[in-house]
């Protein structure tokens, strides 16, 4: 049988005048290309189509031979619950446990008791020395370092087998609760002592973390998410100078969360420009470049309380996103998230969306699947301009805590979602099953007992908070 072999030579060759000329053609004369472009929140445009991006490097994780951590949230009020929750999971695929406590700015109104003999139960029989265990960062995060140190302890945890992020970010708790403890002075006098405690301690990990969850579920957009992830990131590094700990070893002790979304180009590109501009940050402390440690969450604002099931594929894109784009850990949030605390089915659907994404489909085979793809390189490098300007602006009004003093980042994210929000109202953008294909009547929607809980008022200086808000809130509730 004659089989003949097809060669790139054997195809003609067309430009991108070819191309937009066929388009122009397609379109007709009353539609012009540009409506083809849509732009994204930062207003950076997104074209129909690129060319390749050339000398593109890949950007990996940490450990880029192994695949990224599948990361079960611990935040049911009920320890013993919560326990057995764990249990399943880790049973069943996941391989680690983030440990959210109530009055933490990701817990939506839940989260584990924050007492020492609370957590001792929800971990109790666990298996810590074979995971990965961070802690969102909450109130008492000081207090709950000392809580796990004390409770690997009494199980006899390998200290070099471990796997641990603290989650400590003043600026998140700052933003989320609207209240410090301690006056900003008094933060930044403080902390250098309680970094040389940690470190005497003799764990490997994440000490502290620049979050940006708080504030992309409150509306901002990627830009201001990553420049502010950075502002913090940089306040952290001035923590260990005033601890008179030498950068260089500081950096493996800062670890970044950040949250990704539907917009599946978006969040892989959100996540690899802040590996940019962490070597960027780096590189103006005369630091050699090292990868950055990034936990990536489903956003809690893109999931929807009508037709909740479309939550499941929201999920699926962000994690499809968080993995390609190469977060080191990833969290999905139960798709019934909006109507309370997720029951087993939905935990068990949000663990299987990742374990899908590593075991059938094989994501992690390829560290950076997205480099040298012209779109997501070209909105890396776009991404990373608007973030550095964010950043510089959040330096210029005294770093990342004075300016949420002084209500210049809540200005900037409440604006931002007001336009946002806006769009939507006008019909310019869309969710489906709210605004668009609606079902006529709502099902009942399955959530553990459980009540929510108000956010701590204690406080010696306060800030306008910036609470998780869902995007369809203000467009009607589930009849």
């Avoid at 003043?170 to 930044?188: D, H, K, N, Q, Y």
């Avoid at 936990?295 to 499941?312: G, K, L, V």
């Avoid at 409440?414 to 294909?437: K, L, Q």
Wanted: contains cysteine; negative net charge; aromatic residues 6%.
């Amino acid at each position: 049988m004659d089989r003949t072999v097809l060669t790139d030579a054997d195809f003609p060759r067309v430009d991108r005048k070819q191309w937009l000329e066929l388009v122009a053609k397609s379109l007709g004369e009353r539609t012009e290309y540009e409506s083809l472009i849509r732009h994204t929140d930062d207003r950076i445009p997104v074209e129909p189509l690129y060319e390749r991006a050339a000398g593109a490097s890949p950007l990996s994780r940490v450990e880029p031979a192994s695949s990224w951590k599948v990361v079960q949230r611990m935040d049911d009020p009920d320890p013993a619950r919560a326990n057995a929750q764990a249990a399943e999971d880790l049973a069943h695929g996941a391989t680690g446990l983030s440990l959210v406590f109530s009055g933490a700015p990701n817990a939506f109104g839940y989260g584990l008791p924050a007492t020492a003999k609370d957590l001792e139960r929800a971990l109790d029989g666990l298996p810590l020395n074979d995971i990965h265990l961070r802690i969102d960062v909450h109130p008492q995060s000081r207090a709950s370092v000392d809580w796990l140190v004390e409770v690997l302890r009494s199980v006899g945890a390998d200290p070099a087998r471990l796997r641990l992020s603290f989650g400590i970010d003043p600026a998140s708790l700052f933003a989320g609760t609207g209240r410090m403890r301690m006056s900003i002075e008094a933060l930044e006098a403080s902390m250098p002592q309680s970094l040389a405690g940690y470190f005497a301690l003799g764990l490997p990990g994440v000490l502290l973390e620049a979050d940006g969850r708080v504030f992309h579920n409150s509306g901002a957009t990627e830009a201001q998410e990553l420049g502010i992830i950075l502002s913090s990131a940089v306040a952290h590094l001035r923590m260990f100078e005033e601890a008179r700990q030498p950068l260089v070893y500081a950096t493996p002790h800062i670890g970044f969360a950040l949250a990704v979304d539907q917009d599946k180009f978006l969040s892989m590109a959100k996540i690899r420009a802040l590996r940019k501009l962490w070597a960027r940050i780096l590189e103006a402390c005369g630091i050699e470049p090292a990868s950055a440690s990034i936990h990536a969450e489903t956003s809690y604002r893109m999931m929807a309380s009508r037709d909740p099931e479309t939550n499941i594929l929201r999920n699926t894109i962000a994690a499809f996103a968080a993995a390609v784009g190469g977060a080191d850990s990833i969290s999905v949030l139960g798709h019934t998230m909006p109507h309370g605390l997720p029951d087993p089915a939905a935990r068990r659907l949000a663990r299987n969306t990742q374990l899908i994404l590593t075991s059938e489909s094989h994501l992690d085979f390829v560290s950076d699947p997205a480099a040298g793809a012209g779109a997501v390189e070209g909105l890396t490098d776009k991404l990373c301009e608007k973030a550095w300007d964010e950043f510089r602006q959040i330096e210029s009004e005294g770093g990342v805590m004075r300016s949420l003093a002084a209500g210049h980042i809540q200005k900037r994210v409440s604006t931002a979602r007001a336009e946002r929000m806006e769009a939507f109202r006008d019909g310019h953008r869309d969710i489906v099953g709210t605004t668009i294909y609606k079902l006529d009547k709502e099902s009942t929607v399955a959530t553990l007992p459980a009540a929510q809980q108000a956010t701590p008022s204690d406080g010696v200086i306060t800030c306008s908070p910036l609470s998780a808000s869902r995007i369809d809130e203000g467009l009607g509730e589930p009849s």
